[in-house]
């Protein structure tokens, strides 16, 4: 059982540094954002387009990147939305137990379906043809618009993501249920965070 939390204390930390990142990543649209509603109305007064489409698909993009890159992370922080008029009166040991067989039958699968449902779109996507051969990127169709093959891929990595917090998630919840009252205290501790402190 040591050496499976020494493996979700490592998917944690990478959950950890991802969050960080994800936070950037809403400075960064916040900033795209701006700039998109300042030179669309500076651009009217004097009479030049100062933005384009790159910029309007950027924020698109950055806005999705942000999502993908936070599920991990609001997993680990039971930011998630519940129903939880039950669950908050149950021991810890019980809300362990229901967690740990939601993340087993339905999250963990859930992902592994979503990883194995898009990748054959997500190859299309970067030209990969039905006879094996590589053609060229998606590209939005839109004038200036930017290649759809990345944001895609940010699908896989996001299913990816949320399939190593599961399991790390898994492991803890584990650990609960057989009795490691450490693991419940720090699972109790990081989930009264708030996400993207």
């Known amino acids: 059982m040591r050496l499976l939390l020494k493996v979700a204390r ?5 959950t950890e540094k991802v969050g960080l990142l994800a936070n950037w990543v809403v400075l960064f649209t916040i900033a795209v954002g701006f700039y998109n ?11 030049m387009q100062l933005s384009s489409n790159t910029f309007i698909e950027l924020q698109w993009y950055l806005f999705s990147i942000m999502f993908f890159l936070g599920f991990p992370y609001i997993l680990k922080h039971g930011a998630n939305v519940r129903v ?8 810890e040991r019980q809300r ?7 993340t087993v039958f339905f999250l963990i699968p859930f992902c592994i379906l979503g ?12 030209g990969r043809l039905p006879d094996g051969s590589w053609g060229n990127w998606e590209v939005s169709s839109d004038a200036g618009g930017l290649p759809r093959a990345p944001i895609k891929t940010m699908i896989i990595v996001a299913f990816v993501l949320l ?5 790390a998630q898994a492991i803890k919840y584990l650990a609960v249920v057989m009795g490691y009252e450490a693991v419940a205290q720090a699972l109790a501790a990081e989930t009264e965070q708030v996400p993207f402190e």
């Not at 990883?115 to 970067?126: A, D, G, M, Y």
């Not at 399939?163 to 399991?167: E, F, N, S, T």
Request: proline share 2%; hydrophobic share 60%.
């Open 115 to 126: 990883i194995w449902v898009t990748f054959h779109p997500v190859l299309l996507s970067w």
């Open 163 to 167: 399939l190593l917090q599961a399991i």
């Open 84 to 91: 939880d008029f039950l669950y908050s009166n149950w021991s």
């Open 37 to 47: 509603v300042v030179a669309r109305y500076v651009g009217r007064f004097i009479g």
């Open 96 to 102: 362990a137990w229901i967690d740990l067989i939601g």
């Open 10 to 14: 490592g998917i944690d930390a990478v």
